[in-house]
């Protein structure tokens, strides 16, 4: 929790005023934040100095483990996170590549599960992972993106957080995510979630122990209507303890992510929080 705090103080105090053309807003921002999550000690890096709904995170991950194109497919696992981007971004809503309401195109998960080859097919970048995990095998490539910039223009949303790097010693499995654009007072909450629980995950299923997740972030802002209820309200509070998450010991492949899985297979224990803050949302 220390480290989130760290971060956005880093950023009030060093911060460089950034226009930024996607939303018409300013952002105060700084360049390189490397964060680390005690997966094996399950300090589960829930934000405490606010409250935070932790399931929207969590299924939103499960969203992009099964490929999900739709922000309705989103919303029935528990998370409304993609209806703005599926359906109020202007510029996505004339684009001639999206398919109709809800309609996300070939972001994330799509990427992740079905990467389009030059020469027909398409390439399961999870299941390779998984596969090889199991086996045992780390081939210095058990790597996950989601940035393929010969679709974006096929896609709602360029990735932020958008590469994924298992690493495997012995029977300790680790994760390095990155991520190059972080809106730290929303999105980051989200972001740190995914990333522990990922590695939680990919440990369960493929039959690891978790070791610790490594969380670097290029570009790290709060935005101009965001900052003053971070710099007078939130960074005013003292964390609490980290809580601790619980995962559903059934959960056994990566089949079961795909079918069954719903968030009653997640509890959080020992969450002590703050009130939750309204921040603005920038589409």
């Known amino acids: 929790m220390r480290q989130y705090l760290d971060l956005c ?24 934040a490397d964060l680390d999550y005690r997966v094996d000690r399950n300090e589960f890096p829930l934000i405490t100095t606010r409250k935070s709904y932790w399931k929207a995170a969590i299924a939103e991950l499960i969203g992009y483990i099964r490929g999900y194109s739709s922000a309705a497919d989103f919303r029935k696992i528990g998370t409304p996170t993609w209806n703005a981007n599926a359906n109020l971004n202007e510029a996505w809503l004339a684009n001639p590549h999206r398919k109709g309401e809800d309609d996300m195109g070939r972001v994330y998960g799509v ?16 299941r390779k992972v998984v596969d090889n995990l199991t086996k045992g095998i780390d081939d210095r490539g058990e790597i996950i993106s989601f940035y393929n910039p010969g679709e974006f223009h096929m896609g709602c949303l360029r990735p932020c957080m958008h590469t994924h790097n298992f690493s495997l010693l012995g029977d300790t499995l680790y994760l390095t995510s990155y991520q190059r654009s972080c809106d730290v007072p929303l999105g980051l909450n989200f972001n740190q979630v995914q990333v522990f629980t990922f590695l939680a995950l990919m440990a369960q299923i493929t039959g690891h122990k978790a070791g610790v997740a490594y969380h670097k972030i290029v570009n790290a802002h709060i935005y101009e209507d965001q900052l003053e209820l971070m710099r007078d309200v ?39 929080h703050h009130p939750a803050i309204a921040y603005p949302f920038s589409v």
């Open 111 to 126: 990427q992740g599960r079905a990467w389009a080859k030059p020469d027909g097919g398409t390439i399961d970048q999870l």
């Open 234 to 272: 939130q960074l005013k509070r003292e964390p609490f303890a980290a809580p601790k998450l619980e995962i559903n010991p059934d959960i056994k492949s990566l089949e079961d992510l795909e079918t069954w899985v719903t968030m009653d297979d997640f509890a959080v224990h020992g969450y002590e």
């Open 9 to 32: 103080q880093r950023i009030v105090d060093e911060g460089v005023w950034i226009e930024n053309e996607r939303t018409g807003k300013r952002c105060l921002t700084v360049i390189n």
